[in-house]
């Protein structure tokens, strides 16, 4: 792995301030999503790891802002915050996540308009208290999933104006579809606790369930079971579609690519094995055949920049 000194030089960062900066966001990104930070700093070029470690701090930050509380609370946190953001980015902040940010898009000035993109879906989620339909999930996704993951995923994205960049768009919405339905189904038994279930009203009831059945622990768990296996053979199709991505960016990106896709495979497998038992524990992907998966590609990352 390279040092993150040395990642630093290679972005171009030099000012003693910023780079300690850059340095509290990557201890805040490892800290609250180690494996994501661990397979950015294996896999992508050095080059890349302070922008991704500044779109995932934001993103993060963003998120912490917006989670909890009433709805009233979080719009009005949000509002605020998009006006600090959208100062940071035309002069200097106080807040070292939006320091590091505006450096971030001044050297990669296409993120403003994702950065613009995110704080507009962010409104969705500042407001969401449950999906009624499918369609609503897909509206989520598509204006708030889909945005949140373009921040880091542009950083690789072919060039607009090539062939390949529609395509790489559209199978960064599978990606995502498919990421966030296991994610909906892993954190059903904390979701049902607080009463906001990432899962249609509409979809639970086809299956005979209910969110306060959810919540009291009063559900059938073949019912569960069968929800599961249902929500996981529609992530299983488009996570099968997503496969197409790593082919749709430059080699130097794909080890990483590649290894999204495949943990979120390994994720989705260790869902089905749990089935109706998923309000009964946690849900973790095989921890030896994901290391194997990051092993596989940090090898052919190696091997890639050693030409």
Same mark, same amino acid.
């Given at each position: 792995?390279t040092r993150w ?5 290679? !972005? ?26 661990? @397979?950015?700093? %294996? ?5 890349? /790891? ?13 998120? +912490? ?14 509002? @605020?915050?998009?006006? +600090? ?5 035309? =002069? ?11 450096? #971030?898009?001044?050297? /990669? ?8 993109? *995110? ?9 969401? #208290? ?7 999930? =897909?509206?989520?996704v598509d204006r ?9 995923a542009s950083l ?10 529609? /395509? *790489?768009?559209? /199978? ?12 909906? %189904?892993?954190? %059903?038994?904390?979701?049902? +606790?607080?009463? &906001?279930?990432?899962?249609?009203? !509409?979809?639970? !009831? ?15 768990? !073949?019912?569960?079971?069968? %929800?599961? @296996? ?10 099968? +579609? ?13 080890? *990483? ?7 979120? &495979? ?23 055949? #994901? ?5 596989? =590609? ?10």
């Amino acid at each position: 792995m390279t040092r993150w000194s040395v990642a630093l030089d290679r !972005a171009g960062v030099r000012d003693p301030e910023l780079r300690r900066d850059y340095d509290a966001q990557r201890r805040t990104v490892r800290r609250f999503d180690p494996h994501a930070y661990l @397979a950015a700093r %294996l896999l992508l070029p050095a080059r890349l /790891h302070p922008p991704v470690v500044a779109a995932v701090a934001f993103m993060h930050e963003t998120d +912490e802002l917006i989670d909890s509380g009433d709805v009233d609370v979080r719009r009005e946190a949000l509002l @605020a915050w998009d006006r +600090e953001v959208t100062e940071a980015l035309d =002069q200097n902040s106080a807040n070292p996540t939006l320091r590091v940010l505006a450096d #971030t898009v001044r050297r /990669h000035p296409h993120l403003a308009v994702r950065v613009r993109d *995110f704080l507009d879906g962010a409104a969705v989620e500042a407001v969401w #208290t449950g999906f009624d339909t499918e369609d609503d999930f =897909q509206a989520y996704v598509d204006r708030y999933s889909l945005p949140a993951l373009m921040l880091t995923a542009s950083l690789i994205a072919p060039p607009r104006e090539s062939t390949r960049y529609a /395509h *790489f768009q559209r /199978h960064c919405r599978t990606l995502i579809e498919g990421w966030q339905r296991i994610d909906n %189904l892993a954190d %059903l038994r904390e979701d049902a +606790e607080k009463g &906001q279930i990432g899962l249609p009203r !509409a979809t639970l !009831a086809e299956h005979g369930l209910t969110p306060e059945g959810l919540r009291a622990r009063a559900a059938d768990p !073949a019912a569960v079971g069968r %929800l599961v @296996a249902a929500q996981a053979r529609l992530a299983g199709d488009v996570l099968q +579609e997503s496969r197409a991505l790593p082919g749709l960016v430059d080699a130097e990106y794909r080890p *990483f690519v590649s290894a999204l896709v495949s943990v979120q &495979q390994l994720r989705l497998g260790a869902l089905r094995r749990k089935g109706g038992a998923v309000l009964a524990g946690e849900v973790r992907p095989p921890v030896v055949r #994901t290391l194997g998966v990051l092993a596989r =590609q940090g090898l052919l990352a190696r091997r890639l920049r050693s030409r």
